[in-house]
């Protein structure tokens, strides 16, 4: 369970106000994935950084009662001169997991190979990519925030990516923002729509993807 309490986030660009979270008063449920709608600009991906810590809200608060991850297949918070496994053991001592479970896990899934153990500033991007992934599935939360990115990689990858990622969700949940009405409605039961800076719940991810689409309509 995620609960979103009296949360505000407001930025100001110049003299101008910009609201993403306008008093925002909702609980996700636990177990449950949930697609994050809105058009480009709403703050969807701001209001999942304040979930994940990583962005402070301007007001109020946002409480769980389970582990929450990074955004799926991040790696923005990995360090350039330290090798693949040199961060991924890091990230398992943040998070207090076996670092040698996790250093086999992210070896075996990645497919790095001798990269590896090679500094992260001679990865290419989709290497990066591979390991952030790799990482995401080897550490297991109560919610996953996935922000686009799902798989990486060739056809054979992306599928075994899928695979591994479904079944961490048979016993998790997930907040997904994603401008690909097909991947929500594979992945999501529910759905919740932000416009304005006010976000509103679906039990039914149809219901939400309607709501989305008049807005589109109507903006």
Known sequence: MIELRDLNKVYWMGNRKKVVADNLNIVFPSRTSIAILGRNGAGKSTLLRMIAGSVDPTSGMILSDGEISFPVGFAGSFHKDMTGAQ?????????????????????????????????LRSYSSGMKSRLAFGVSMGLRFDTYLIDEITAVGDARF????????????????????????GQVREMCSAGAVLEGGKLTYFDDVEEAIEVHMFNMEHS
């Open 158 to 181: 992306k599928k075994k990516s899928r695979e591994v990622f479904y079944e961490r969700l048979e016993r998790a949940g997930a907040l997904f923002v994603s401008h690909s009405l």
């Open 87 to 119: 961060n991924t053991r890091f990230i398992a001592r943040i998070y207090g997991v076996d670092s040698d479970e996790l250093m086999a896990f992210v070896a075996e899934f990645a497919e790095l190979g001798g990269h590896f153990h090679m500094p």
